[in-house]
């Protein structure tokens, strides 16, 4: 899949959709913006075949999407398996995406106590999910299969764009801090991805029952 191509045709769709949220990376299971208020997936079923999944590292990996909200609440969760319909894995904690543009988690970690069950060649569907200003819930999923051939995407699809960050909710001193090429995106983060992910490691709640 070539990601920058990909990057410019969502971009693209967007815009022309402005209440709604895109995924870059991994690749979404498919254009959700007529039905993406439905869960888990925004209304996009698997595909019968993998020629949809993206290779993910064993370890966690990058995560890109595509905000269009001047902020929304946002939740980054895993299931794993290769028809996944419940998605109980917080792999980091909730937070408030701000900024309209895209936002960029240059490595999101697997939680302690999940790495047991990643295996070479393994599936499974990483889902995220934006609470608007209008309080209405959006979902997007993409289904990967972990591999120690997987490649993280190059800066030019994994980045943020300027005057996008994130702001913390529930955990004091706790926020993502993606990878950034402008300085106005940096500024706005406070942490590092490793700090989120200690929190998560410790027994942080499971988001949605």
């Known amino acids: ?17 402005s209440a709604h949220f895109s995924v870059i990376y991994p690749w979404w299971r498919g254009d959700s913006f007529k039905t993406q208020w439905t869960y888990p997936c925004g209304g996009v079923n698997q595909s019968i075949s993998n020629n ?52 960029c988690f240059p490595h999101v970690h697997i939680p302690d106590e999940v790495k047991p069950n990643i295996t070479e060649g393994g599936n499974a569907t990483l889902q995220v999910i934006q609470l608007s200003t209008t309080g209405g819930a959006l979902y997007n999923c993409m289904d990967i299969t972990f591999s120690s051939k997987a490649k993280n995407p190059e800066s030019n699809v994994c980045f943020n764009s300027t005057g996008v960050g994130a702001a913390n909710l529930d955990y004091p001193d706790v926020v993502p801090e993606p990878k950034t090429t402008t300085t106005a995106g940096a500024d706005t983060l406070k942490s590092s991805m490793g700090a989120m992910a200690a929190v998560v490691a410790a027994g942080m709640a499971v988001l949605f029952a």
């Open 1 to 17: 899949m070539h990601f920058s191509t990909a990057l410019a045709a969502i971009l693209s769709g967007a815009s022309l959709a």
């Open 52 to 103: 949809n999944r993206t290779l993910w590292p064993l370890d966690g990996g990058a995560i890109v999407f595509h905000g269009s909200h001047p902020w929304a609440q946002t939740y980054v969760n895993m299931g794993l398996g290769n028809n996944v319909t419940s998605l109980k894995v917080p792999l980091v904690p909730p937070f408030n995406q701000t900024g309209k543009g895209t936002f």
